[in-house]
């Protein structure tokens, strides 16, 4: 493990070596499978904000279409800010109303579902419209997840974890507000409390219980340096602490692989058969 | 320094019109060996198209003087091949590999490929190609299989290292170079450029293909770090010049950062590459390796002996244990 006096330093990254890197990704990415230009959800919040800025870049801001995708409860403040952060950087956003599909759903067969649910629901819609655009402008689906929500679970599945490329998922919430920051994104989108927006005066760091720049530190030692549960204690972590984040890692594991496939063959797919994704390009 | 030595004594005995010969000759860029560095991306499993790419570079490389073309290990096929290890491995007689022969004349290669055994055993291969033809093969020993690399479920080791004669036929060198080649892991391993050191290389030619990865700590690529220090490191200790070519491009979302360079036998970087497609060209020099030499004699002093008597030692030490 790598010592520092401070443990919080470790999540400190060369900003325009990792813009070098995602940015090569994206066009090299996208480009080799014979496309030009990527689609994305945007939601007014940091994370978008980031994938789009990275794609404009990578692409040219003319390549690329974010889609803003309120639903009726919607802060206003978010689709202002989208807007906002699309200005800054050159796009031209669509926008995509979901909530007559969403309550189309509700009203009718489930007028008592709970909010999870209906975030949940939420985010599909949104993926399936962002899967419709994507054949509408013969689009990649670019994703805006970081790799703190990854580990913790904190996405929908075949909701806003579904998409074709990732140019987010191995940069802590820490990282990703440093890369905004290099990057120019509107400082009051940089600044603002993160929420996934699902229902009013929701914030991501009250439902989660703990601050990002706290559980971004028990992460990034757990998971990359792979420390003991001694040296993480050293840190100042108590034990239900590291307890909780331990679990809920484990927990959303399944949400992290593709399905599981009943093995019969002497070749299954993933296990045997195992060829690169960019096979052929 | 043998060359102005050499022509100092030369300008004595010469007239005026041999003397400015000399001299041209010893411009910079003159001379030597001119070695290319070919930083490119291979296309992931497509040999035809990778061939046509070695051939136009060998050319454009031959055209511009060079003596040497190095290119990244597994240059032919590309790096995380997984199951297309035994669709793109060729055997020693493959067409793809006469063409690179035959490309090879006026100027040496050293190219990257799946070499597929009788006995049906893949190796990652370097191959070096001079006077139309194949000379070294050196398989990768070392296969890296740990964290996002899996080379001993899809290829098989190599079983030794050895030096061989590169003849740069087209330097005019007064005699051809000792060589030795470390495919990438083979360098995380110190006894691979020892064993290399002890056969008297001068040139180490280090094909690779690291994938850039390491970004915490608000410092550059890990990666780049490590090959910093290891590159320098062993061209200093082993008093050799030090050819590291490695690919860039992207595979499944993977960077590879390139970075190649060539550095001398004091283990200064002469050159360095960035972190796209370019063809590194530099001049390597047997008089800098004499000089360097001659200020640190550690290949003279070098207690072979004392490796081989302390080897048995742990040996017989280990036996008796048992």
């Not at chain 2, 511009?64 to 990244?72: D, T």
């Amino acid at each position: 493990m790598a010592q520092t006096v401070n443990p919080a330093d470790a999540l400190s990254i060369d900003t325009a070596v990792v813009e070098r890197i995602v940015v090569g990704f994206i066009r090299e990415e996208v480009r080799k499978v014979g496309f030009e230009r990527v689609v994305l959800g945007m939601s007014g919040g940091i994370d978008s904000a980031l994938s789009a800025a990275l794609s404009a870049r990578a692409l040219g801001p003319e390549n690329v279409t974010p889609v803003i995708m309120p639903y009726r409860t919607s802060s206003p403040e978010s689709e202002r800010d989208a807007r906002a952060v699309c200005a800054h950087f050159g796009l031209t956003p669509d926008l995509v109303d979901i909530s007559p599909q969403v309550d189309a759903y509700f009203t009718n067969r489930f007028p008592d579902a709970d909010r999870a649910r209906r975030g949940n629901k939420m985010a599909r819609e949104r993926m399936a419209v962002l899967y419709d655009m994507s054949m509408a402008h013969r689009a990649l689906v670019v994703g805006t997840s970081n790799k703190t929500e990854l580990l913790l679970g904190y996405g929908t599945v075949y909701g806003d974890m579904a998409h074709a490329l990732n140019p987010l998922g191995d940069l802590y919430k820490t990282q990703v507000w440093a890369l905004a920051r290099h990057l120019g994104i509107p400082t009051h989108v940089v600044e603002k409390a993160p929420s996934a927006d699902l229902w009013e005066g929701q914030s991501d760091e009250a439902e989660l219980g703990f601050a990002y720049a706290v559980v971004d530190v028990l992460l990034y030692h757990m998971v990359d340096e792979r420390c003991t549960r001694r040296e993480l204690r050293g840190m100042g972590f108590q034990d239900a602490f590291i307890d909780d984040i331990t679990r809920r890692v484990r927990d959303s594991q399944y949400k992290r692989r593709p399905p599981l496939i009943a093995k019969l063959s002497a070749r299954t797919i993933d296990r045997e058969f195992r060829y690169p994704r960019d096979w052929g390009r | 320094m043998t060359a102005t030595t050499a022509q100092q004594q030369h300008q004595r005995e010469a007239s005026p019109e041999a003397q400015a010969e000399v001299l041209r000759e010893h411009e910079p860029g003159e001379g030597g060996v001119r070695v290319v560095l070919a930083q490119i991306a291979p296309r992931l499993g497509d040999v035809p198209a990778n061939l046509r790419r070695h051939l136009a570079i060998v050319e454009e490389a031959k055209r511009g003087g060079a003596h040497l073309v190095v290119f990244p290990e597994l240059s032919l096929t590309g790096y995380f091949l997984k199951d297309l290890v035994p669709d793109v491995a060729l055997r020693e007689d493959a067409p793809e590999l006469a063409a690179l022969a035959r490309a090879a004349d006026g100027v040496d290669v050293l190219a990257g490929a799946v070499l597929e055994s009788e006995d049906v055993r893949f190796h990652n291969a370097a191959l070096y190609f001079s006077q139309g033809r194949l000379l070294h093969v050196h398989r990768k020993v070392y296969l890296p299989t740990y964290g996002l690399f899996d080379e001993q479920r899809y290829l098989a080791p190599g079983d030794r290292f050895r030096s061989f004669e590169a003849p740069f036929p087209a330097a005019a060198q007064r005699r051809a170079w000792q060589a030795g080649v470390l495919v990438c892991e083979d360098m995380w391993h110190l006894s691979a450029p020892a064993l290399l050191a002890r056969q008297g290389v001068e040139l180490l030619l280090c094909p690779s293909s690291s994938p850039g990865r390491g970004v915490a700590h608000g410092e550059a690529l890990g990666t780049a770090r490590s090959y910093d220090a290891m590159t320098r490191n062993y061209a200093a200790l082993t008093t050799s010049y030090l050819l590291y070519c490695n690919r860039v491009g992207y595979e499944d979302g993977i960077n590879f950062w390139g970075g190649s360079r060539v550095v001398d036998p004091e283990g200064s970087v002469c050159a360095e590459a960035g972190d796209g497609e370019e063809l590194l060209w530099h001049r390597l020099d047997l008089d800098a390796v004499r000089r360097v030499r001659l200020a640190y004699p550690l290949l003279r002093d070098e207690r072979h002996d004392l490796v081989d008597v302390e080897t048995d030692r742990l040996r017989d030490l280990r036996r008796t244990e048992q």
